[in-house]
């Protein structure tokens, strides 16, 4: 009884923060048609499973971002992209969007959540994520950023499209619509927790499609061993470390897939103090 009132409790504090989150700044990503669909726009649907105080979204037809900005005196002009995870189905979007943006706004960053399309839209939500990065690069102005300071952070899948991101910037992928098109897609940095399908070359090697070379940006990589996706990290790290890209690995003995940084999880108070120590280094000082 205690554990259903628990997880009841969790579900109504989730559902409140993603009503709170809709009156953030919205950017829809595509103006006009969003390329590669035939159907009409509509907001994305929260599905039925709220289990663990967790909002999963899905039937994304309308990418866009939410714009999570510091408190006046913080901002430190860098800005992180920040993809959710779940499957290339869902988005988990208040674990690994909403309560990630507030942690970056502690740290002095600009947050733009990602909702990118879902389910099982990969193209497209390579083309969302390059769309947004150019978005957020070409009106840096506006949100008072340093253009050369936009990264990406992504978990599990959207680890996945943080890495294609970081890999694909020069993969033409849709036809430009405006003026922000002619921004560069590449992000200037990259954390990938916990991230999956990095490995789906011969023999668990890194996936083909990514192409990894002495251009590809800084990068920062933290998962568990008893992750069952934890052999991405391991593969992405040796891909960069060969191509002499600088990259930060951390394996942790324990944790488990899809934690983000809600406490009682030893793994996700671990990582938001590594990846601090690595922003200030990396991002905030250079």
Same mark, same amino acid.
């Given at each position: ?27 829809? #990503?595509?103006?006009? &048609? ?10 994305? /649907?929260?599905? $039925? *499973?709220? !289990? ?108 996945? #499209?943080?890495?294609? &991101? ?10 430009? /619509?405006?003026? $922000? *098109?002619? !921004? ?103």
């Amino acid at each position: 009884m205690k554990n259903l009132f628990c997880a009841l409790f969790l579900s109504i504090i989730a559902m409140q923060a993603f009503a709170q989150t809709q009156e953030k700044d919205i950017i829809h #990503l595509w103006p006009g &048609a969003v390329p590669g669909e035939t159907g009409p726009k509509k907001a994305a /649907v929260p599905t $039925s *499973d709220t !289990s663990k105080g967790v909002v999963r979204l899905t039937d994304v037809t309308d990418p866009l971002m939410q714009v999570f900005t510091p408190e006046k005196g913080k901002a430190n002009g860098a800005a992180v992209v920040v993809c959710p995870g779940g499957g290339y189905q869902i988005l988990a979007i208040n674990l690994e969007g909403y309560e990630i943006a507030r942690w970056l706004n502690e740290q002095g960053y600009t947050a733009f959540v990602l909702q990118y399309r879902v389910p099982q839209k990969q193209e497209g939500a390579l083309q969302d994520v390059q769309r947004a990065i150019r978005i957020v690069r070409s009106k840096a102005a506006a949100w008072q950023l340093n253009p050369e300071k936009i990264g990406v952070l992504g978990f599990s899948a959207g680890g996945s #499209l943080s890495a294609r &991101a970081s890999t694909l910037y020069n993969k033409r992928t849709y036809t430009p /619509v405006d003026a $922000s *098109d002619s !921004s560069s897609a590449r992000p200037d940095f990259a954390l990938l927790i916990y991230p999956a399908y990095l490995d789906q070359g011969a023999n668990h090697s890194i996936t083909p499609e990514l192409q990894i070379n002495e251009h590809t940006p800084r990068t920062f990589l933290f998962a568990t061993a008893d992750d069952p996706y934890a052999n991405s990290a391991l593969v992405m790290a040796g891909a960069l470390r060969d191509a002499k890209v600088l990259v930060e690995l951390h394996l942790y003995a324990k944790g488990g897939h899809g934690y983000g940084l809600r406490p009682g999880n030893k793994a996700a108070l671990a990582w938001i103090a590594l990846a601090s120590r690595w922003l200030e280094r990396n991002v905030a000082e250079k």
